[in-house]
C-alpha cells in the first residue's frame, strides 16, 4: 500500500509540473493558457488536476500515506524491541545455510577458541555473547543496530513534519511591509501593505515600531547586486531596543516575528505647490523603477493629476536618448509625464531638484530615497518542522550509512580438538560483506584456527 | 571566462572525450587494456578540470555555484570524483566509466553552451545554507550517476554469461548490485540533506519552505523515486536485473531536475 502510495503522489506532483496550477502559474500565462485550451482547462478543472496541491483527493493520498507511515512504524517497533534483548542461537545446519559461512579445525579446546573468535570480534566492534550448552558453546555477533532504528526515526520523521505543517497552517502569519528610509512604521494590521497569509487561529499585533535607518545596495560593475543591507531599529515606546543591518538571507527575529527582507526600489520626493507657493502636495512615493527604464504611475488626487515616471539613477545621455551608467544614484534624473484628466500636461527630464511647470502649478522632485519591502513572518511551527526535518536525516543516516550484520558460530568438542562453524549475513549487502568474513577467516586462520590461510 | 581557464577547460573535455572512446572501445572489443587507458586520461582530466575550477574560484572570489556552467563544471567534478574514488576501492571496476565519463562530458558540453561569463556572488547566493544545499546536491545527484553506471556494468556483466575474459576480470554481479545499491543510497540520504538544506534556506530567502517551484517539485519527485527504489530493495526483495533496470530508469529524474527545469527558466530558482 505505500508503495502505491508513493506511486500516487509521486505521479500527482508529475502532472502538477506539467499542467498549469492556479495560483501558482504567472496569472496571465494561467488565463492565456486557459484560454488557449477550453477544452482540456474544462476536463483538467474538473479533476481538479488545474489545483492538485489544493485538491481533496491530493490530501486523502497524503493523509492515507501519513496513516500509513504511522501503522508501518508502530507494528515495526515491538519486534525491533525484542530483537534488541534477543540473541538467538543457530544450529550447524542454520549457520550453513547462511551466504557467508565456514568450518574449522584446531587442536586448541573448546574455551580458548570461544575466547579467540570473541576478541576478534569485540575489536572489529561487534557485540559479542557466548552460550554454553553442553559440549557446545554458541557464539552470536551483532553490531549496526542502531540501523533498524534508523527506519522507525526516518518514518516517524514524516508524522512529526505533518504535525508541523498543520501547526503551520493553523498559527502562520506572513505580512508585506514596505518602509522608507526614515521611515517609522508600527507593527499594526493598518502599517501592512498587505496580508500574504492570515493563520486560522487569529493573528495579535504587538505594536512595536520599525525604522528604516538607511538602505545600501552594492553593485558589482555599478549593475549586477552584491549586497544590500538595510538598517532596521526597533523602537518600543519611543526608545530604541534594538538596531541590526538586515540582510537578504539574514532576517531580523523580533518578539516572535522575521522580517525577511524581499524587495527594494526607488522613492523619489515629490512636491507640488500652487503659484504662490502653497504646498499642494508633498511625499515619497514608492514607485518600481527597477530595471532602469521601467514605468510606474502615481495620482495627486487632490490636484487631479496623474504621472508616469521612469529613473535615470546615474544619467547619461546616448545617441538613443538617456540612459543610465549604473544602478547607484549618482546623477538621479526622473523622466516624466503629467496627465490632468486626459491632457498631456508635461514630459519631460527632470534633475534632482529641478521642477515642472504645469500652468500655474511646479512639481519639483526634491529628493531620492530607496524603499524596502519585508515579508514579516510570524512561523511559532519553526521548531516542530525543523525538529522533523533533522530527526528524518538522523533516521536517514543511521538507516543507510550503517550496515547491520549478524555473525553465529557454533564451537564444538571434537576427537582430536575443536571444531568451528561460523556464518554471517549482512541484509541487503551480503556480496559486499563476503569480503569483511573472508578476513574474518583469514584472521583466525593466522591464530591456529583452521592451520594457515 | 579568463584566457587560462579556457585553456583548461578545453584540455580536460578533449582529455574526457579521448577517456571516453578508450572506456566505449575497451567494453565494446572487451580490451581490458583500453579501459585502463581511459582511467588515466579520465584521471588526467581530472586533475586538469581542478586546476580550471581552482582558478575560477580564485577568480571569482566564491566556488563555482552560480549559472548553468559553473554547476555543470562543479557537478561533473563531483561525479568523476565519486567514480575515481570507488576506483580506489574497486579498480577492477573501471569500466563503470563506460557511462560515467560520457554523462560528465554532456554536462560540460551543455554547460559551456549557457553562459559561462565570471559573475559575483549576488546576495540571494550569500548565505551558508547555499553550500551546504548546493554541495550536497552534487553528491547526491554524482551518487546517483554512478550507481546508474553501475547498473549498466552489471547488467553488462549478467549478460555476457561469464564466458569473456573482460567480464569474468570484474567483481562477482553481487558485489556490482551491491555498490549501485549503496551509491543509491549515499546518494538519497545526500539529496535529503540537500532538500532539508534548501527548505531552511528557502524560508530566511523567500519566508516560505516550500514553493513547489519547478526545481523543488522536480527534486521531489527525483527523491520519491529514489525513495521508491530504496522500498523495493529493502521491503520487496528487488535485487539484480530488476534493480538496475531502475537504477537506470530513475537517472531520468535527476536528468530533468539538473538541466530541464533550468532550460525552462521559470520558478524561484531563477535568480534575476
Known sequence: ?453 | VAPLEGWLFWASVLLYSIASISFLGGVVFKKERLAGYGLLLCLAGYIVQTAAIALRWSITGHPPIIGDYENALAASWVILGLFLVLQLRFPALRPVGVAVVPFSLLMLGYGVTRSPTLQPLTPVFRSPWLFVHIGFAWLAYGSYVVAAGLASLFLLKARSGGGSAFYAHLPSPGVIDELSYRFIAFGFVADSVMMVAGAIWANSLWGSYWSWDPIQTWSLICWLVYGIYLHLRVIHGWRRERAAWMAIAAIVTVIVSFWATNYLGVGLHVFR
Not at chain 1, 547491520?404 to 571434537?414: A, F, H, M, S
Request: charged residues 20%; aromatic residues 12%.
Open chain 1, 1 to 453: 500500500l505505500a508503495l502505491i502510495l508513493l506511486g500516487v503522489v509521486a505521479l500527482a506532483v508529475v502532472l502538477a509540473s506539467f499542467i498549469p496550477q492556479r495560483g501558482q502559474a504567472d496569472p496571465e500565462t494561467y488565463a492565456a493558457w486557459r484560454l488557449a485550451n477550453p477544452f482540456l482547462a474544462r476536463i483538467l478543472g474538473f479533476l481538479l488536476l488545474d489545483r492538485v496541491y489544493a485538491s481533496w483527493w491530493f490530501y486523502v493520498a497524503v493523509s492515507l500515506l501519513l496513516v500509513n507511515t504511522l501503522a508501518c512504524t508502530i507494528s515495526r517497533i515491538p519486534p525491533l524491541l525484542r530483537q534488541g534483548s534477543r540473541w538467538p542461537r543457530l544450529g550447524e545446519q542454520q549457520i550453513k545455510r547462511l551466504r557467508n559461512w565456514t568450518a574449522l579445525e584446531t587442536t586448541s579446546p573448546a574455551p580458548e577458541v570461544t575466547a579467540i573468535v570473541g576478541n576478534h570480534l569485540l575489536r572489529r566492534g561487534y557485540r559479542f555473547a557466548s552460550e554454553t550448552v553442553g559440549n557446545r558453546t554458541f557464539i552470536f555477533a551483532r553490531k549496526g543496530d542502531l540501523a533498524r532504528w534508523g527506519s522507525i526515526l526516518f518514518h516517524f520523521s514524516f508524522l512529526v513534519l505533518a504535525s508541523g505543517a498543520l501547526f503551520v497552517q493553523l498559527s502562520r502569519y506572513v505580512g508585506i511591509m514596505v518602509i522608507t528610509e526614515g521611515q517609522t512604521v508600527t507593527e499594526q494590521r493598518q502599517d501592512y501593505l498587505r496580508t500574504a497569509r492570515f493563520p486560522l487561529l487569529g493573528v495579535k499585533h504587538q505594536g512595536f515600531q520599525v525604522r528604516l535607518e538607511r538602505f545600501e545596495p552594492t553593485y558589482y560593475r555599478g549593475v549586477v547586486g552584491t549586497d544590500y543591507v538595510a538598517e532596521l531599529v526597533i523602537l518600543e515606546e519611543g526608545r530604541e531596543v534594538r538596531r541590526q543591518e538586515v540582510r537578504v538571507n539574514q532576517p531580523l527575529n523580533y518578539r516572535g516575528l522575521s522580517f525577511v527582507l524581499e524587495k527594494y526600489g526607488f522613492s523619489p520626493l515629490f512636491v507640488l505647490e500652487d503659484a504662490t507657493g502653497r504646498e499642494l502636495f508633498r511625499g515619497y512615493v514608492n514607485l518600481v523603477l527597477l530595471p532602469p527604464g521601467t514605468k510606474d504611475f502615481f495620482n495627486i488626487p487632490e490636484a487631479g493629476l496623474t504621472v508616469w515616471a521612469r529613473l535615470y539613477p546615474d544619467l547619461v545621455m546616448e545617441e538613443g536618448g538617456p540612459a543610465t551608467r549604473s544602478l547607484l544614484p549618482r546623477n538621479p534624473v526622473v523622466y516624466l509625464e503629467v496627465k490632468e484628466g486626459k491632457k498631456e500636461v508635461f514630459r519631460g527630464l527632470l534633475p534632482l531638484n529641478g521642477s515642472a511647470v504645469l500652468g500655474d502649478r511646479r512639481l519639483t522632485f526634491a529628493d531620492l530615497r530607496y524603499w524596502t519591502q519585508y515579508q514579516v513572518i510570524r512561523d511559532p511551527g519553526k521548531e516542530v518542522i525543523f525538529g522533523g526535518l533533522w530527526l528524518g536525516l538522523i533516521g536517514l543516516t543511521l538507516r543507510y550509512l550503517i550496515t547491520p550484520k549478524q555473525i553465529w558460530g557454533l564451537v564444538q568438542e571434537i576427537p582430536r580438538g575443536t571444531r568451528l562453524i561460523i556464518g554471517g549475513t549482512a541484509p541487503q549487502l551480503d556480496s559486499l560483506f563476503s569480503e569483511e568474513f573472508a578476513s574474518l577467516e583469514r584472521d583466525l586462520r593466522k591464530e591456529g584456527i583452521g592451520g594457515a590461510p
